[in-house]
């Protein structure tokens, strides 16, 4: 699956807060819609974004939306090896993700083995496991012609 872009109201980001129990305050609403417009982007890149609707947000209010949005699970917070946070709203899936080695673009790929095989490991430790993490790396095809 690629990154489709299906940017919510918002309203429906008013109600995805309300859904989490989460107040709803205009930077929640702010960050929330960028993250689901920018899927994978950096916080600067949010921060960027969110300026562009609310010109005089702060750097804290910004990350303290993020922080509080991925402890809800209305975003996902990666960070591939090597590489700053970056968020997206495909949240819940255990899809993953592929990362050029060359200029750093990601891209969602969806489980090889369907949803939820991936959180059957082969020796799980007594862990009861809910999540996992693959990063494939690689060239994009921009950057391996």
Not at 17 to 30: D, I, M, Q, W
Not at 39 to 68: C, F
Not at 74 to 102: F, K, M, W
Not at 103 to 121: K, N, S
Request: hydrophobic content about 40%; some cysteine.
């Amino acid at each position: 699956m690629g990154d489709s872009v299906c940017v919510a109201t918002p309203m429906e980001f008013r109600e995805m807060l309300r859904g989490a129990a989460l107040r709803v305050t205009r930077p929640r609403v702010a960050v929330l819609s960028a993250v689901h417009a920018h899927p994978h982007a950096d916080t600067d890149s949010i921060i960027r974004a969110v300026r562009g609707h609310l010109p005089k947000v702060s750097h804290q209010a910004v990350y303290d939306s993020l922080r509080v949005l991925a402890a809800a699970g209305l975003v996902r917070r990666i960070q591939p090896s090597g590489s700053v946070a970056r968020y997206e709203s495909r949240t819940g899936d255990n899809h993953h993700h592929v990362v050029c080695r060359s200029c750093g673009v990601i891209a969602d790929v969806d489980c090889a083995t369907g949803e939820a095989p991936c959180l059957t490991a082969s020796d799980d430790r007594g862990f009861s496991i809910d999540e996992a993490e693959v990063v494939y790396w690689g060239l994009c095809p921009g950057c391996s012609t």
